[in-house]
C-alpha cells in the first residue's frame, strides 16, 4: 500500500482540523460530522475499510442523526461480512428517512447475504415499488436470485425477466434468467438465453461455465467441453473456477477418447 495521502482525502482531513478549532455550536459540531463521513467515504472509495469505518465512527458520534452516515456504516460493515450490524445500520437510516430507497436496497442485499430469503423479498418488494428509484432492474433481478434460492424458479424467471424489460442489457438478469430456465428443465430456452448473455459479455467465465452444464445436461459432451475450455481462457490464472473447469476438460476428454 502506498505510503502517500490521496490530495482528496488529505483536504478532508485539513477541513476537520480547521473546523474543530472554530468552536462547538451545532452548525459546527454538524460540519465537522459531515468532514468526518466524506474522509470515511474517502477511505471506503480505495477499499481501506477499516481506515473508513474509524472515520464513520467519529462522524456518528457527531452526527448521529445523518441517515446517510448510517448507509455509510451499513456498507462498510457489510464489507467487512457483518451482516448483522449492517442490517442494524440501514434501519437506523429507514427510520431517520424512510424513503431513503439505496439504503432499503443495501439492507436487502444484506439479507442475500445472509441466506435470509423472505426478508430480502420483502424488502427489495418495496424499493421495486419506488417509482422513483433509478434503477428498479436490480431489485427485481435481486427479488429473482431470492425466489431462484427458493426453489421457486418460475417466479424466479418472472422478476428477471421484468429486469430485462427495463435493461435488456443486464448480464445479471440474463445469468438468472437462464439458469432459472435450466433448473425449469427448459434446456433449449437455458442455451439461448445463456449464449445471449456471452454475446454481450464475452470475457466473464461464469457464463461459460453455466453454458458447459447446460449442454451437459443437453447430453452435448462436444460443446460442453469447448465451453468449460473457454472457462479456462478467460479466467484469471489459478482462480477456483478455472481449476474446476480444468478438471471438466480432463473428464469429458478421458471419456470422450474412450479412456
Known sequence: MRNTIPICILSIILLITGITGCGGNAKIVRKQGEAARNLGEAYMATENYTAALREFLKAEELTPDDPYLQNDLGMVYMAKEKFDIAITHFKKALALNPNYAPARNNMGTAYLAQKNWDAAIATFKEVSQD??????????????????????????????????????????????????????GKVNDAIRTMEKAIEKAPRVPELYYDLAHAYMVQRNEKKALDAFRKVVAVSPENSELAEEAQKQVLQLTNRRSGQ
Open 131 to 184: 417509482i422513483l428509484y433509478a434503477t428498479p432492474h436490480y431489485p427485481l433481478s435481486n427479488l429473482g436470485w431470492a425466489y431462484y434460492n427458493k426453489g421457486n424458479y418460475e417466479l424466479a424467471a418472472n422478476y428477471y425477466k421484468e429486469a430485462l424489460k427495463i435493461d435488456p442489457n443486464f448480464i445479471v438478469a440474463l445469468r438468472g434468467l437462464g439458469r432459472s430456465y435450466l433448473a425449469m
